[in-house]
């Protein structure tokens, strides 16, 4: 049974500093891997989606690496910034149907 | 381009009633999710439909619960009779037809309290 954890929980850092999130997953038999952000009361929002295939994944600020033989995933964002405030959720694709298995979040808090 | 969305934001009903939960996916979207968070917990898949055939419902907690898609456009979750631990957030998603590469698209989400 597919098991996602995130570390840490919850993580508040000064503005201008590098986020770091970590996913873990039990079964490396993943189709993609993708990460969402998800402000208070309001929806998920994609961030990126990393293939199996792939090793990692770059948009603006945020760089996404996969090591899906160990199960890992990490979340970098550079230079963080208050708007950066949110709960961060991994979550992998465990069949081709695109089933989702999510983990439980990292909230992070940016202070000014 | 209009992305998922669910109507309404926000029901409160008492025990025993019930309610309905409507999504709209992204048009084209051939792939439509429903997944749920109750309080403390990860969010969970409950099923998938591929137009309007239903493909995976193992996460569906009960019969209480009856999601429809007719037409293969918008779909509907239906509580009946509603419970305290229905209680949560109901997420909706959408995909396009690529088999295990797509990308999901979530909606807001609609918040069920059940009191």
């Known amino acids: 049974k597919q098991e996602v954890t995130q570390i840490p929980a919850a993580l508040s850092v000064p503005e201008g500093e590098n986020l770091v999130l970590n996913c873990s997953f039990t079964?490396?038999?993943?189709?993609?891997l993708q990460w969402f952000r998800q402000d208070p009361g309001k929806g998920l929002t994609s961030l990126l989606l990393i293939q199996s295939s792939q090793r990692e994944q770059t948009s603006g600020r945020l760089n996404a690496s996969l090591d899906k033989s160990s199960g890992r995933s990490t979340l970098y964002i550079a230079a963080s910034q208050p708007g950066d405030s949110a709960t961060y959720l991994c979550a992998v694709m465990t069949d081709s149907w695109g089933k989702l298995q999510f983990g439980a979040g990292t909230q992070v808090v940016v202070t000014p | 381009e209009a992305g998922v969305t669910q109507f309404p934001s926000h029901s409160v009903i008492e025990k025993g009633q019930t309610v309905t939960l409507r999504c709209d996916p992204i048009s084209g979207h051939d792939n439509l999710y429903w997944y749920r968070r109750v309080m403390g917990k990860e969010i969970k898949f409950l099923l998938h439909f591929v137009k309007e055939s239903k493909q995976d419902e193992s996460g569906m907690p009960n019969n209480r619960f009856l999601a429809e898609r007719t037409g293969g456009t918008y779909s509907t979750l239906k509580v009946q009779p509603a419970e305290l631990e229905d209680s949560g957030v109901y997420f909706c998603?959408?995909?396009?037809?690529?088999?295990?590469?797509?990308?999901?698209?979530f909606g807001e989400g609609s918040r069920l309290t059940v009191l």
């Open positions: 998603a959408s995909s396009s037809p690529n088999r295990g590469i797509g990308e999901l698209f």
């Open positions: 079964d490396s038999a993943i189709y993609n």
